[in-house]
């Protein structure tokens, strides 16, 4: 069965680094999405993406964070510049191009940790 | 305020009950209610409800959507110790963009004692 892959599943990095989390959909999947879950609290939306942009972003998704789908096949979110606060568990997920299947599914995780 | 509330958030259990739990919710241009089994790190999905009334099943569990009063249930016959897990409700709603993300509520965290 088809699935949403991430990489990596852990990374640990200093405050003020990049880090960027890849992210490969299923593969007819034309829909991308990214969520966070901070340890104890619920899943948040950050951002959505659909024909090479942006389509739905949050107040969470500052100019900090970016999206991108460098090839065919990987969707990345990238943080410029990390703050002890976006230490969470960022999830992928994508969802079929047909509007009347809607279900989003959701890749493993990466878990950020700030330090 | 949250627009998708979960309860209880917490329930403890012996094998063999039947539990139900709740998701109520307040949007706008509702599009569908989700309902996810979370375990260790990725929800996995269960079940997608967009008309009212009508159940859909999956062994065990079943699930019904009443949009009239804004709520959904889950239903789990009986529990296994495998049905321990952090069950999530969340709401997809009409918001003009394109790609709409789903709204989470804080989840139902099942403990299935054997």
């Known amino acids: 069965e088809p699935e949403v892959t991430q990489t990596p599943s852990h990374q640990v990095t200093q405050m003020g680094q990049e880090v960027i989390l890849r992210c490969v959909p299923i593969s007819n999947h034309l829909y991308f999405y990214w969520y966070r879950q901070i340890l104890g609290q619920k899943v948040e939306f950050l951002v959505s993406f659909y024909n090479n942009e942006i389509s739905e972003k949050s107040e969470i998704f500052d100019d900090q964070f970016s999206v991108e789908r460098p090839d065919g096949s990987n969707f990345t979110l990238k943080i410029r510049s990390t703050k002890l606060e976006d230490s969470a568990m960022y999830f992928c997920a994508s969802s079929d191009p047909d509007r009347t299947e809607e279900t989003q599914y959701f890749g493993p995780g990466t878990r950020l940790l700030v330090l | 305020e949250d627009k998708v509330v979960q309860s209880p958030l917490s329930l403890v259990v012996h094998e063999g009950d039947t539990v139900t739990l709740n998701c109520s919710y307040e949007?706008?241009?509702?599009?569908?209610l989700l309902w996810y089994k979370q375990e260790k790190k990725a929800p996995t999905f269960l079940f997608m409800l967009t008309s009212s009334g009508i159940e859909k099943k999956s062994g065990r569990l079943s699930s019904i959507l009443d949009k009239k009063e804004l709520f959904s249930i889950l239903n789990i016959t009986a529990t296994q110790t495998g049905d321990s897990a952090v069950y999530l409700c969340a709401v997809l709603y009409f918001s003009g963009g394109g790609a709409d993300g789903l709204t989470f509520g804080k989840g139902t965290h099942l403990i299935i004692q054997p």
């Open positions: 949007v706008t241009n509702f599009r569908s």
